[in-house]
């Protein structure tokens, strides 16, 4: 595990676009143009990006200057209207090495339309809905060989609306590998009427090192030979896969199938196998799994998301296996049992997570196996046990673990940190957020005093600042933490008042309160009308202050944009069902970009989402990751489909468990029983909004103005929470939601 530690620094960003031609703009090395009729590229760009297109007259302007063309390293394109990628379209782009190609009619490529890239590296065609993969196949095998330096292959998410209409997709892997060495090929959500593993072969003999299936649809699978070993392959992403028969069919037959059958995995390094049973899977009956003849070398395994109930079983790795496996993730199951025997022999795990599982279940029925339960994870150094609605933990339960780094049992019902901390010397983040703490007790006090580099997220508890508790170790230290970024919301009760401790003057101020309790008896005999009047005055007073420090606030926002002085690159991260992705296009991300340059005044984009900025070849959480990071707010696009997807909930709990601001809005009426316990019990805490389809006309309540507006300014404040002091600011946010949304 790697830690990097930065020096805080101040960084300016110039917007450097310049208009450079006919329909384009340029910045450094880049050009980005709208249209076809456009520039012929400067000599120093390399990289070009060009949208509402049309792709068979594109081919003619990229024989006006061969010349100029001829340099251009990077292409994407997008075109509203093309059905097709016509022969020849790329002659004489001897240099171009990555092509990325959406068209929103796009049905079909050419036999020739990829000849002349000899140089092409990386090719993405995905979310292109009504293309079909087995034209794009075709291209591909077409004699002499196209795209001989080809490394990674993007088809994903293609042909589906066809697929609606009952046109299916046949896989080739040997069209696909011959003449190439595909290094990393990405299929997911595409429905296959025919996979054939044999043919498949073929991709691995070239080196095929990470295959991505995600979400792909397979009504016949075939075998045709004996399983071979892929011998490059690292890694393997079968997550949410839908096979004719039902995969949990096949989860029973594991424990009797013998080593040879999973040659495929055993090079794989990262597998996951998310989402993949539909029905509840129970093993209560004691049994034994034996894979010690199979020399895995897994690193990391994900079966988040596969209805795991009950399992009670034993298993026997090879030493391989067991050294190299380091991240196992069972989150999303609702696992009610996992006897200890599961994790007996994975001794070599450094991070386990079991987070939104039913562990409560089996700390009320099985005590003693849940005390138990990471005895032989002594090498653990982050553990996730969010979302398990537990009670309390046993005072031994990380007994084993002292190299724990990270612990977070967020989302729980902890009413205390009951379990034992003292052997915990290399501690450095405990997240306890969301669950029902009060006050923590004196020696727990102590020991996080002791640690001084530890970061401790105690957030949305109901944590106590009575009067009487203003002298204990337990506020003191409270105070001592307020500049900690993790504690921002935190916030105590003093006489049904919630109050944010952690400003500079919260202290005092809770302390005027409490002397104002003790000499409330002493103005009650002041006559209740001076007081009302006083009292009215200067709500009055304030409230006019507030409105104009509110727009002279948003103002100063705007400015702040223009010259690209806050630190996120766009404003909002758009999350969304990729079911919906098509309303979300149309009647969300448009509008909210129509918005945001209306009030800003400047005309780019505001809104990152996943289909254009995620990078080819990368996790798909890590990009998820990268791209919140980069944007101030979360915007969720909800609809009772991405309730039920948990990678969406994934995407709002990460923006939420860094402390971005959530925004939602409702695409349709929303049934709670199908979101996850966690996401339910922030639901009615996020800002909503809903769009409302009234004449067949489609609108946003509150209006696109009003909701941008308080995206912008949650932007303003997300950035001065890093530097001064926001109790205040906060207050003004809240009334401005009161009154626009």
Request: glycine share 4%; proline share 3%; net charge negative.
């Amino acid at each position: 595990m790697f830690y990097l530690i930065t020096m805080p620094f101040i960084l300016t960003i110039v917007n450097s676009e310049v208009d450079c031609g006919r329909n384009c703009v340029c910045s450094h090395s880049a050009m980005k143009c709208t249209g076809t009729y456009i520039t012929t590229p400067p000599d120093n760009i390399t990289d070009v990006e060009i949208i509402n297109t049309d792709f068979e007259e594109l081919k003619t302007e990229f024989t006006r200057d061969p010349a100029a063309w001829s340099r251009i390293i990077s292409l994407s394109l997008h075109s509203k209207n093309s059905t097709s990628l016509p022969n020849g379209t790329f002659k004489g782009l001897d240099s171009l090495a990555f092509l990325k190609v959406q068209g929103e009619d796009l049905e079909y490529t050419d036999l020739d339309t990829f000849s002349g890239l000899d140089n092409l590296t990386t090719l993405e065609l995905t979310y292109n809905g009504y293309l079909k993969t087995n034209t794009v196949i075709k291209s591909l095998s077409h004699k002499p060989t196209v795209l001989p330096n080809l490394e990674i292959l993007n088809i994903s998410f293609n042909g589906r609306k066809h697929f609606v209409d009952g046109i299916t997709h046949g896989f080739s892997g040997k069209a696909i590998a011959e003449g190439r060495q595909i290094r990393t090929l990405d299929i997911s959500g595409i429905s296959f009427d025919t996979i054939n593993t044999t043919d498949a072969y073929t991709l691995c003999e070239n080196g095929l090192q990470h295959f991505y299936a995600r979400g792909i649809s397979i009504t016949t699978l075939e075998h045709n030979s004996e399983p071979k070993t892929c011998k490059y392959l690292q890694t393997l992403d079968m997550s949410e896969t839908k096979a004719h028969n039902g995969m949990d069919l096949y989860f029973p037959h594991l424990f009797k199938m013998p080593c040879k059958v999973f040659l495929l995995l055993k090079s794989v390094k990262t597998l996951l196998l998310e989402g993949i049973v539909p029905k509840d899977i129970n093993i209560t009956e004691p049994t034994h799994l034996n894979f010690s003849e199979c020399p895995f070398q897994f690193e990391h395994v994900s079966l988040s998301g596969n209805k795991l109930r009950h399992l009670n079983f034993s298993y026997s790795f090879h030493n391989v296996t067991i050294e190299s496996l380091k991240i196992l993730d069972l989150s999303y199951n609702g696992l009610k049992y996992v006897s200890p025997r599961v994790l007996l022999h994975s001794t070599w795990l450094t991070c386990l997570n079991m987070s939104d599982n039913n562990l409560n279940e089996m700390q009320r029925d099985y005590i003693e196996d849940f005390t138990k339960l990471l005895n032989a994870q002594i090498k653990l150094k982050e553990v996730v046990l969010s979302g398990n609605s537990l009670d309390d933990l046993p005072f031994t339960f990380f007994w084993n673990n002292a190299e724990l780094i990270i612990i977070d049992l967020s989302n729980n019902r902890l009413e205390s940190i009951g379990f034992d901390v003292s052997r915990m010397k290399h501690i450095e983040v405990l997240n306890v957020s969301n669950n029902r703490i009060m006050i923590l007790d004196d020696s727990t006090v102590i020991f996080l005093r002791s640690l001084h580099i530890v970061d401790v997220d105690i957030s949305n508890n109901p944590l106590t600042c009575e009067c009487n508790t203003l002298d204990t170790d337990f506020f003191n230290w409270l105070s001592t933490q307020r500049q900690n970024q993790l504690m921002k919301n935190v916030y105590c009760i003093n006489d049904k008042t919630k109050y944010q401790p952690f400003t500079s003057n919260h202290a005092r101020d809770l302390r005027h309160t409490c002397d104002i309790q003790r000499l409330t008896p002493i103005f009650a005999s002041v006559p209740s009308v001076i007081i009302l009047l006083i009292s009215a005055a200067t709500a009055l007073s304030v409230i006019r202050r507030r409105r104009r420090l509110k727009q002279l606030a948003l103002d100063q926002i705007i400015i702040k944009i223009r010259k690209n002085e806050l630190p996120y690159e766009f404003l909002t991260f758009l999350c969304f069902a990729s079911d919906d992705k098509d309303l979300v296009d149309t009647n969300v991300y448009q509008n909210m970009n129509t918005a945001f340059s209306e009030i800003i005044g400047v005309d780019k984009d505001f809104v990152c989402k996943g289909d254009i900025s995620y990078r080819p070849g990368f996790h798909i959480m890590d990009e998820t990751a990268r791209c919140i990071d980069k944007c101030a707010v979360v915007v969720a696009a909800v609809s009772n489909k991405s309730c039920q997807r948990h990678w969406c909930e994934k995407e709002i709990m990460h923006g939420y468990n860094i402390g971005k601001p959530i925004v939602l809005i409702l695409l349709e009426k929303i049934d709670k029983t199908l979101m996850s316990p966690t996401v339910a019990r922030s639901f009615n805490t996020f800002v909503h909004a809903a769009l409302i389809t009234d004449n067949n006309e489609v609108r946003l309540e509150p209006c696109w103005a009003n909701l941008c507006k308080s995206i912008i300014e949650l932007a303003g404040k997300e950035n001065d929470v890093r530097e001064r002091d926001v109790e205040n600011d906060m207050e003004d946010i809240h009334e401005f939601h009161l009154q626009n949304l």
